[in-house]
Nanobody, 120 residues
Framework: QIYLEESGGGSVQAGGSLRLSCSAV?????MGWWRQAPGKEREPVAS???????TYVDAVKGRFTITKDHAKNTLFLQMNSLKAEDTAKYYC?????????????????WGRGTQVTVSS
């Protein structure tokens, strides 16, 4: 069964924007986005908890915004002012635990990922 399904990736020039979406089968308590660039380890990007609290890795603060439509069980990542270093495969994650209790740093559910390529 597919629990999380991402969409919205693509190719864009530096300075451009993309919006990623993640359709979930249920309203998980903690949801987030991770990314993995070629030759690098997978890293967390942003999270949103059940109380609406959000976190961002320093590299994307002020440029990316994570939101969630609870009614549609859909997670979003609005990415603005994209840079070449944002090029990566982006993964949607989810967990029944809160983000502060491991739901973000060690999520149980992972999507298959969507590729984002930013050209300079």
């Amino acid at each position: 069964q597919i629990y999380l399904e991402e969409s919205g990736g693509g190719s864009v020039q530096a300075g451009g924007s993309l919006r990623l979406s993640c359709s979930a089968v249920e309203d998980y308590l903690c949801m987030g986005w991770w990314r993995q660039a070629p030759g690098k380890e997978r890293e967390p990007v942003a999270s949103i908890d059940g109380d609406g609290g959000t976190t961002y890795v320093d590299a994307v603060k002020g440029r990316f915004t994570i939101t969630k439509d609870h009614a549609k069980n859909t997670l979003f990542l609005q990415m603005n002012s994209l840079k070449a270093e944002d090029t990566a495969k982006y993964y949607c994650t989810a967990d029944h635990y809160s983000c502060g209790k491991g739901g973000y740093t060690n999520p149980f559910y992972w999507g298959r990922g969507t590729q984002v390529t930013v050209s300079s």
